[in-house]
């Protein structure tokens, strides 16, 4: 007696052109994007392009930059520009301006941090109109106000001292400040409150304990802002300061400009040296620049 067995039915084998659509969908294997790539090229040369000039005038004899150009590899490179920057004072200027900025950081941090927290937390008209306020603060530029604030800073005893660049310029900081804060405390949780209260926590352990923790990216975010505005600030310095020993690295460039010619090796020698600090805190803290920026609109 034979028994007959039942035929699996044959599978069905994708053809080329279907195997071939499906190895390209394979993570990993995308076709490449040619116009991406040219475009990224010429950004990066539009980019690298003036940091190599730049680069290379620090290391290039004065006459020799004149005569061969900025681009020219250099033929006897010298760090001589660094050293003649240095025996200009540009450190000591680098050391106030760290001064201006580190305490410019320091009152943004804390006077944007609370008025923050109180416009996200109190919804009252008082609390409102200060928001509003801080906001109509993007719309005056600090040019159009340099002459009261002058007389402000006259009037204070403050002229020609660093303190008379750290007060206007934490000022007109803070509006931006304030407003890239409220949209990031305002993606705090309403449950957390609720639970902090549940706790016993009052208004400042809640500041404390739950909105600093939680809003590391916009406090990040505003002190690199504070920092970039402090470091490269230029009208209050050469407005509100007069005497070499309260000189900024922006007015301090100066000393390398003479009467009749500028050291163009020399003052691109100092910049290399004001940017390395500022440099340095960017690439310590640009995930949280980044993360903060993404949440300035809130929820």
Do not use: H
């Not at 080329?16 to 499906?22: I, K, P, R, S």
């Not at 390209?24 to 040219?38: A, E, I, K, T, V």
């Not at 303190?163 to 949209?183: D, E, K, N, Q, R």
């Not at 007015?251 to 163009?264: C, K, P, T």
């Amino acid at each position: 007696m034979s028994i007959r067995l039942a035929e699996r039915p044959a599978s069905r084998q994708p053809s080329d052109n279907q195997g071939l659509a499906a190895r390209w969908r394979r993570p990993g294997r995308q076709r490449p994007n040619l116009l991406g790539g040219l475009g990224a090229l010429v950004w990066l040369a539009i980019v690298g392009v003036p940091l190599y000039a730049l680069l290379v005038a620090t290391v290039q004899r004065s006459e020799n930059y004149t005569a061969e150009g900025p681009l020219t590899p250099p033929s006897d490179p010298t760090l001589d520009n660094y050293a003649r920057a240095i025996e200009n004072g540009v450190l000591q200027f680098v050391l106030n301006t760290a001064i201006v900025t580190v305490a410019v950081v320091a009152i943004v941090l804390v006077l944007a941090s609370m008025t923050g927290f109180a416009v996200v937390r109190s919804r009252t008209r008082w609390t409102s109109g200060v928001f509003r306020m801080f906001l109509l603060g993007l719309a005056i530029p600090s040019q159009a106000v340099i002459i009261p604030v002058y007389l402000i800073i006259i009037e204070m005893d403050l002229y020609d001292t660093l303190t008379a660049i750290v007060l206007p310029t934490a000022a007109f900081a803070l509006p931006v400040c304030v407003l890239i804060l409220v949209g990031s405390m305002r993606d705090i949780s309403e449950e957390l409150y609720e639970a902090m209260a549940l706790d016993g926590a009052g208004s400042v352990r809640t500041f404390l304990q739950l909105v600093v923790p939680l809003s590391k990216s916009g406090l990040s975010t505003i002190g690199v802002y504070a920092a970039l505005q402090a470091w490269n600030g230029f009208l209050f310095p050469l407005i509100l300061t007069q005497s070499p020993e309260t000189r900024l690295i922006t007015m301090g460039l100066f000393e390398f400009q003479g009467e009749y010619r500028v050291d163009v090796p020399g003052l691109l020698a100092a910049v290399v040296l004001a940017t390395i600090p500022l440099f340095l805190v960017y690439l310590f803290a640009r995930r949280s620049l980044v993360r903060g920026m993404m949440g300035v609109g809130g929820k």
